[in-house]
């Protein structure tokens, strides 16, 4: 039997899910992009989810796009491409996504990583968008995330150039949150998830739906946006055992409700 494309694990609150290409690279294929993305909404409904962790593997987190496959595709064929439906299904995703890379994550892999809430990345990471050297641009969000995190000079860069980062230019850039050993970035991301799985699943969810909302909204409508998810997570059982909890000195108990 064909092994899975991606592996998927639940522990402590945290969903792992593992890309597990055939080639070791990640290439992101249909089946791929299609079994991630699967894997990633059904983790997002099951209730004891309150983080997932998105990875690859040591030599490559996603080597982007299948050069092969695009070299075939005709105008028509690019403007049908399902690749362009795989995007709005991450964006769909209620609870925060960290990516775990290791290796290369060029292109669509680059995309991918910066389509995730936090990103932990081993040292031997790099971070390309390598796409006008093949003759086109980045179609998975590169030009647009890039320019509203690094600012326009620095996105115009990347993107005209190519050029890779290291992880720790990514990580002085803010496209990194932490750098880990070699050895032990799976770990190191896991460990970050396993700290958001341990808050209340109700509040951390709507506190990233304020944190995306100041990427679409003027400061005026995103402040409005964030009061009413504030009003919103008051409502909840979650806020009155956190609050109980901290008065009576314990671990607060969250049931996510
Ligand atoms: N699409 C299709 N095939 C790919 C690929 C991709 N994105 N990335 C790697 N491959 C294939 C290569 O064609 C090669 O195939 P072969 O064994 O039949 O010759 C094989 O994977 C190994 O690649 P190679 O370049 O020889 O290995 P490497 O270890 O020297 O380099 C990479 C690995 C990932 C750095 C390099 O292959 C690369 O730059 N890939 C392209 C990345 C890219 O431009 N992505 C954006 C696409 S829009």
Known sequence: ?????????????VALARMN????????????????????????????????VVAGGDDAFAAGADIAAMREQDFQAA?????????????????????AVSGYALGGGCELA???????????????????????????GGTQRLARQLGRQRAMEL???????????AQQLGLV????????????ATELAGTI????????????????????????????QERDLFVLAMAGEDRVEGMTAFLEKRRAVFRGR
Do not use: Y
Request: proline share 6%; hydrophobic share 50%.
């Open 21 to 52: 290409g055939a080639d070791g690279r990640n290439v992101l294929v249909p089946e791929l992009r299609d079994a991630l993305a699967g894997a990633l909404e059904a983790a997002d409904a099951d209730p004891e989810v309150r983080c997932h």
């Open 79 to 99: 403007l049908r491409a399902p690749a362009a439906r795989f995007w709005p299904r991450l964006r769909a995703l209620r609870k925060p996504i960290v990516a």
């Open 177 to 188: 949150n932490r750098v880990a050993p070699a050895d032990g970035w799976l770990e190191a």
């Open 159 to 169: 993107v005209l150039t190519g050029r890779g980062l290291t992880a720790h230019e």
């Open 114 to 140: 910066l389509a995730c809430d936090l990103v932990v990345a081993s040292e031997t990471a790099v971070f390309s968008q390598p796409e006008v050297g093949l003759g086109i641009l980045p179609g998975g």
């Open 197 to 224: 799985a341990r808050r209340s699943g109700l509040a951390v969810e709507l506190a990233k739906r304020a944190v995306l909302a100041a990427e679409e909204t003027s400061l005026t409508a995103g402040l409005a």
């Open 1 to 13: 039997m064909a092994a899975s494309l991606v592996l998927a694990e639940v522990r402590d609150g």
